[in-house]
C-alpha cells in the first residue's frame, strides 16, 4: 500500500509540532540527567536541535505566538540543563 502523499502535518501545524519537539526534549534531558552517559547526552542534544528547528518553522507561520514563545522558554531553561549536565559529567 501507498503512504498518502498528501501534505505533512508537520507543515500544516508547525505550533503542534514545536510543542510535540519540546517535549521529546524535555524527556530526553531528563533522561540525560539522570543518567549522564554520553550516548544519552547526545541524543538530548539532538533533540534540543530538532526542537530549535521546529522554533523557527513555528516562528515563520506565526503559529500561536503566545504558546510559541512559552515552549521556547522551557527550550532554553532545558538547553541550560543539559550544558549543566554535560559540564558535570566533565568534571
Do not use: C
Amino acid at each position: 500500500m501507498a503512504k498518502d502523499s498528501g501534505p505533512s502535518w508537520k507543515k500544516d501545524h508547525p505550533g503542534t509540532f514545536f510543542s510535540n519537539s519540546v517535549e521529546k526534549a524535555d524527556r530526553a534531558v531528563k533522561q540525560a540527567m539522570s543518567h549522564p552517559e554520553e550516548m544519552a547526552i547526545e541524543h538530548a542534544f539532538n533533540a534540543i536541535e530538532r526542537a530549535e528547528n521546529a522554533f523557527r518553522n513555528a516562528k515563520q507561520f506565526n503559529e500561536e505566538l503566545d504558546m510559541v514563545q512559552q515552549h521556547k522558554g522551557q527550550l532554553d531553561s532545558l538547553k541550560q540543563q543539559l550544558n549543566e549536565t554535560q559540564m558535570k559529567k566533565g568534571e
